[in-house]
């Protein structure tokens, strides 16, 4: 499995969580990868990427409660989650990419997914 997500689970509001992607294969040395959700109900969120050059993106919804990382002797991607709130309760996603595109805010077409970690955010 290309990308494989751990770390999610039911935390409090307030809480902390860290996600953690592991990647393998064809996605080991991605260009981008990033964080992405998907919440009961509503739209798809592109919430965090990490592009070769150590830049990074975020949305709105998550700048400065969030931080996504990257450890490349580990082949490994993180998603430190602080200040949780129930707005953050969804599946997560970790994906990657090689090529770039203008069709979502991460700048690359994300060409490969893990298969979701659930984050609930609930008292």
């Known amino acids: 499995v290309p990308l494989v997500e751990s770390g999610g689970g039911l935390v409090q509001p307030g809480g902390s969580l860290r996600l953690s992607c592991a990647a393998s294969?064809?996605?080991?040395?991605?260009?981008?990868m990033g964080w992405a959700r998907q919440e009961p109900e509503k739209g798809f969120d592109w919430i965090a990427g990490i592009y070769s050059n150590g830049s990074t993106y975020y949305a709105d919804s998550v700048k400065g409660r969030f931080t996504i990382s990257r450890n490349n002797a580990k082949n490994t991607v993180y998603l430190q989650m602080n200040s949780l709130n129930p707005e953050d309760t969804a599946v997560y996603y970790c994906a990657s990419g090689r090529r770039r595109s203008t069709s979502n805010p991460f700048g690359y077409a994300m060409d490969y997914w893990g298969q979701g970690t659930q984050v609930t955010v609930s008292s």
């Open positions: 294969g064809p996605t080991l040395g991605s260009d981008a």
